[in-house]
C-alpha cells in the first residue's frame, strides 16, 4: 500500500460535481476578475472566521505584505517573528523595506516564544508576526499582552490554520490583520495560487484593498505605490465549494491525527504533536521529532509513504538571510527542532489502514532503538 503525504485528487473528486456547472456558468459570464463569486467568497470567509472584512489577493505572501502595509509598517521598521516559519514570513517583511527580527520558538509547540518576543523590542519595533503553524494557534493572549505593552500592531500569519481556535476564538481574528494562504494544499486550498487578509478595522480594509490594485481606489487614479495582487473568480468558486466542506474535513485532521496518537503513542523515540491548552487546532500538518529523522524519512520514502520537513532550515540559516549575521547558535529551539521534525501524511481523506501502514513502517525503525518500545506489530 502506498501512502501519499496529501491527496488533492481525493479532495477535488468530492466537490467535482458541484464546481463544474459553476465554473461553466462562470466561464459564459466572462466575470473572471472580482465580481459575484469573489464577493461570496470574501463575505463567507469573513463570517467563517468571525471578522468584519476578507480582502482576497492572489497569494499567501502578498497577503502578509499587504497586511503589513495595510497596519502601517514600512521601511526602517522592525517586525518581530519566529525563526521557525517558511520563508514567505520574512520575505513579506523584506519586501516592504522592514526589518525582520527573528525569535526562538517553545520548546512543545514550536510556536513563537511570548518572552522571546518582548525581550526583542525595540524603539524601532512596529509589529509582531505570530504565525499558526501547522494548523495550531499561537498564544495569543500572551502576544497580545506584548504588543500592547509597546504599543506594537499584531498580524497573524494564518495560512496554516483555516478553522483553529483558541478559547473559542479563531485564528485570524486576534491580530490588527491577518494574512492566509489558500495555496492547494492548505486545509483550505484554491486549484493555485490564492489568499486573503483579514481584519474588522474598515480602514484597514479598505487601505489593503487599495494597495492591491496599484493602489488605486478609482481606475486611473493612483493615490500610492501599489501592487497587483488579486483573488480570481475561479479561485473563489473552488475556494467557496470547499469551504462549505472546510468543518469536516477539519474533523477528519483531527481524527487522523488521533489516530496517529493511539498507533505511536507508546514508542519513546517518538515525539508526537500535542494541543497547547485553549486550543483545538486542525492539523494541518502532522509534524513528529525523533533524533532518528533521516533513517526514519528514508524507510517511509522506500515503503511508499510520503513525508516532508517543514521546515529544514531555520530562517537565520538560510543563505538569503545570510545578511542578518546570524549563525548557528542564535535560536537553539529552532535549530534543534529542524534537525529533528519530520511531517507524516495527513489530510482530510486519509484512512485508517493508511495510518496502520504508517504505523508498520514507524514501528519496524522503533526495533531496537535504545529506550524505544521495540513492537514490530500494530496495535
Same mark, same amino acid.
Given at each position: 500500500?502506498? +501512502? =501519499?503525504?496529501?491527496?488533492?485528487?481525493?479532495?477535488?473528486?468530492?466537490?467535482?460535481?458541484?464546481?463544474?456547472?459553476?465554473?461553466?456558468?462562470?466561464?459564459? !459570464?466572462?466575470?473572471?476578475?472580482?465580481? =459575484?463569486?469573489?464577493?461570496?467568497?470574501?463575505?463567507?470567509?469573513?463570517?467563517?472566521?468571525?471578522?468584519?472584512?476578507?480582502?482576497?489577493?492572489?497569494?499567501?505572501?502578498?497577503?502578509?505584505?499587504?497586511?503589513?502595509?495595510? +497596519?502601517? %509598517?514600512? =521601511?526602517?521598521?522592525?517586525?518581530?517573528? =519566529?525563526?521557525?516559519?517558511?520563508?514567505?514570513?520574512?520575505?513579506?517583511?523584506?519586501?516592504?523595506?522592514?526589518?525582520?527580527?527573528?525569535?526562538? +520558538?517553545?520548546?512543545? #509547540?514550536?510556536?513563537?516564544?511570548?518572552?522571546?518576543?518582548?525581550?526583542?523590542?525595540?524603539?524601532?519595533?512596529?509589529?509582531?508576526?505570530?504565525?499558526?503553524?501547522?494548523?495550531? $494557534?499561537?498564544?495569543?493572549?500572551?502576544?497580545?499582552?506584548?504588543?500592547?505593552?509597546?504599543?506594537?500592531?499584531?498580524?497573524?500569519?494564518?495560512?496554516?490554520?483555516?478553522?483553529?481556535?483558541?478559547?473559542?476564538?479563531?485564528?485570524?481574528?486576534?491580530?490588527?490583520?491577518?494574512?492566509?494562504?489558500?495555496?492547494?494544499?492548505?486545509?483550505?486550498?484554491?486549484?493555485?495560487?490564492?489568499?486573503?487578509?483579514?481584519?474588522?478595522?474598515?480602514? %484597514?480594509?479598505?487601505?489593503?484593498?487599495?494597495?492591491?490594485?496599484?493602489?488605486?481606489?478609482?481606475?486611473?487614479?493612483?493615490?500610492?505605490?501599489?501592487?497587483? #495582487?488579486?483573488?480570481?473568480?475561479?479561485?473563489?468558486?473552488?475556494?467557496?465549494? /470547499?469551504?462549505?466542506?472546510?468543518? /469536516? @474535513?477539519?474533523?477528519?485532521?483531527?481524527?487522523?491525527?488521533?489516530?496517529?496518537?493511539?498507533?505511536?503513542?507508546?514508542?519513546?523515540?517518538?515525539?508526537?504533536? !500535542? #494541543?497547547? *491548552?485553549?486550543?483545538?487546532?486542525? @492539523?494541518?500538518?502532522?509534524?513528529?521529532?525523533?533524533?532518528?529523522?533521516?533513517?526514519?524519512?528514508?524507510?517511509? $520514502?522506500?515503503?511508499?509513504?510520503?513525508?516532508?520537513?517543514?521546515? *529544514?532550515?531555520?530562517?537565520?540559516?538560510?543563505?538569503?538571510?545570510?545578511?542578518?549575521?546570524?549563525?548557528?547558535?542564535?535560536?537553539?529551539?529552532?535549530?534543534?527542532?529542524?534537525?529533528?521534525?519530520?511531517?507524516?501524511?495527513?489530510?482530510?481523506?486519509?484512512?485508517?489502514?493508511?495510518?496502520?501502514?504508517?504505523?508498520?513502517?514507524?514501528?519496524?525503525?522503533?526495533?531496537? $532503538?535504545?529506550?524505544?518500545? !521495540?513492537?514490530?506489530?500494530? *496495535?
Amino acid at each position: 500500500m502506498t +501512502v =501519499p503525504f496529501v491527496d488533492l485528487r481525493a479532495q477535488q473528486a468530492e466537490i467535482h460535481d458541484e464546481i463544474v456547472p459553476a465554473l461553466e456558468d462562470l466561464l459564459r !459570464s466572462a466575470a473572471f476578475v472580482g465580481g =459575484p463569486a469573489v464577493a461570496r467568497f470574501e463575505r463567507d470567509y469573513a463570517a467563517f472566521v468571525g471578522v468584519d472584512h476578507c480582502v482576497g489577493v492572489g497569494n499567501g505572501t502578498d497577503a502578509v505584505e499587504l497586511a503589513l502595509r495595510g +497596519v502601517g %509598517v514600512g =521601511p526602517g521598521d522592525e517586525v518581530i517573528l =519566529p525563526a521557525n516559519t517558511f520563508v514567505a514570513t520574512a520575505e513579506a517583511v523584506s519586501r516592504i523595506g522592514a526589518d525582520p527580527v527573528l525569535v526562538d +520558538v517553545d520548546p512543545a #509547540s514550536l510556536l513563537l516564544d511570548p518572552d522571546a518576543a518582548a525581550r526583542a523590542v525595540t524603539e524601532r519595533t512596529a509589529a509582531i508576526v505570530p504565525v499558526h503553524l501547522y494548523g495550531q $494557534t499561537a498564544p495569543m493572549d500572551e502576544i497580545l499582552a506584548v504588543a500592547d505593552a509597546h504599543g506594537l500592531a499584531v498580524v497573524e500569519d494564518a495560512a496554516q490554520s483555516q478553522g483553529a481556535t483558541r478559547n473559542g476564538r479563531s485564528a485570524g481574528s486576534f491580530g490588527r490583520a491577518a494574512a492566509t494562504s489558500f495555496y492547494p494544499g492548505k486545509n483550505l486550498g484554491a486549484a493555485g495560487d490564492a489568499g486573503a487578509v483579514l481584519t474588522s478595522d474598515p480602514e %484597514v480594509a479598505q487601505r489593503i484593498r487599495v494597495l492591491a490594485a496599484h493602489g488605486s481606489a478609482r481606475r486611473y487614479e493612483h493615490e500610492v505605490i501599489g501592487l497587483n #495582487s488579486r483573488l480570481d473568480a475561479l479561485q473563489a468558486v473552488v475556494l467557496s465549494a /470547499k469551504l462549505a466542506r472546510l468543518e /469536516k @474535513w477539519n474533523r477528519a485532521r483531527q481524527d487522523a491525527a488521533g489516530r496517529y496518537a493511539a498507533l505511536l503513542g507508546d514508542l519513546d523515540f517518538l515525539e508526537l504533536p !500535542s #494541543s497547547q *491548552p485553549g486550543n483545538d487546532d486542525v @492539523w494541518h500538518l502532522h509534524v513528529v521529532r525523533t533524533d532518528r529523522r533521516d533513517e526514519l524519512a528514508t524507510a517511509l $520514502t522506500d515503503a511508499g509513504i510520503g513525508t516532508g520537513i517543514h521546515y *529544514p532550515t531555520p530562517i537565520h540559516l538560510t543563505r538569503a538571510y545570510r545578511g542578518l549575521g546570524l549563525g548557528p547558535g542564535s535560536f537553539p529551539v529552532a535549530e534543534r527542532a529542524a534537525g529533528r521534525i519530520l511531517s507524516l501524511p495527513m489530510y482530510p481523506h486519509l484512512t485508517a489502514d493508511q495510518q496502520e501502514r504508517v504505523a508498520e513502517v514507524v514501528r519496524r525503525v522503533c526495533v531496537g $532503538t535504545a529506550g524505544g518500545h !521495540s513492537a514490530s506489530t500494530v *496495535p
